[in-house]
């Protein structure tokens, strides 16, 4: 259960898009189309913004997109706003666990 | 509206025992459609997932922590638990209660977290 990749930090300014990866290998991200993304703002819990690999919860901006391909899935960010800059998380489930990747820190410039 | 809180000691021993529970309120943790799940993250440090449990007692573990954790679910209080047994300094962490549904197959909600710190 080793933990999924991600870069450690992304940047990008006001109303650029940005896409942060997370890559996986074929006993997770690669069989299962169950990859989630969430958003963590300093001192605060996590917050789901992307579920089954590109749906997104009620409530949340059209602006998150998901997608995957083979082990790795990718969240985009478009029309950056001062409000995205926080921590990013991509997280796998399989039939008997759930993995995290060690997370991306997005800063709006 | 769901609502999920954790409470618990904020200091344990090295070696001993630290006990969460998360009290939740505004729905049922007999739904059938969800497990319910216990994520933590070390200071600076990203998610960890520790495991999950159905409302009937069906649980899933992180392999790294099984041998020293046990969850477990009191459907007549609405609540989960987590024990971590032998802990140590690496154990130190804000620890989350959160809901994994179905139909998401994710955590969509959490409550605010608490912080555990291991410390003589």
């Known amino acids: 259960q080793s933990a999924l990749t991600q870069p450690a930090s992304v940047s990008g300014s006001p109303g650029q898009s940005i896409t942060i990866s997370c890559t996986g290998t074929?006993?997770?991200?690669?069989?299962?189309?169950?990859v989630s993304w969430y958003q963590q703002h300093p001192g605060k819990a996590p917050k789901l913004v992307i579920y089954?690999?590109?749906e997104r919860p009620s409530g949340v901006s059209y602006r998150f997109s998901g997608s995957k391909s083979g082990n790795t899935a990718s969240l985009t960010v478009s029309g950056l706003q001062a409000e995205d800059e926080a921590d990013y998380y991509c997280?796998?489930?399989?039939?008997?666990?759930?993995?995290f990747g060690g997370g991306t820190r997005l800063t709006v410039l | 509206q769901l609502h999920l809180q954790e409470s618990g000691p904020g200091l344990v021993k090295p070696s001993e025992t630290q006990s969460l529970i998360c009290t939740v309120s505004?729905?049922?943790?007999?739904?059938?459609?969800?497990?319910w799940g216990w994520i933590r993250q070390p200071p600076g440090k990203g998610l960890e997932w520790i495991g999950s449990?159905?409302?009937?007692?069906?649980?899933y573990k992180n392999l790294s922590l099984k041998s020293r954790v046990i969850i477990s679910v009191d459907t007549s209080k609405n609540q989960l638990s987590l024990k971590l047994r032998s802990v140590t300094a690496a154990d130190t962490a804000v620890y989350y209660c959160?809901?994994?549904?179905?139909?998401?197959?994710?955590?969509?909600?959490w409550g605010q977290g608490t912080l555990v710190t291991v410390s003589p």
């Open positions: 089954n690999v590109n």
């Open positions: 449990i159905y409302y009937t007692g069906n649980t």
């Open positions: 505004g729905g049922s943790i007999s739904s059938g459609s969800y497990y």
């Open positions: 074929n006993s997770d991200i690669g069989n299962y189309n169950f």
């Open positions: 959160a809901r994994w549904g179905a139909a998401v197959a994710a955590f969509d909600f």
């Open positions: 997280s796998s489930y399989t039939t008997t666990s759930t993995i």
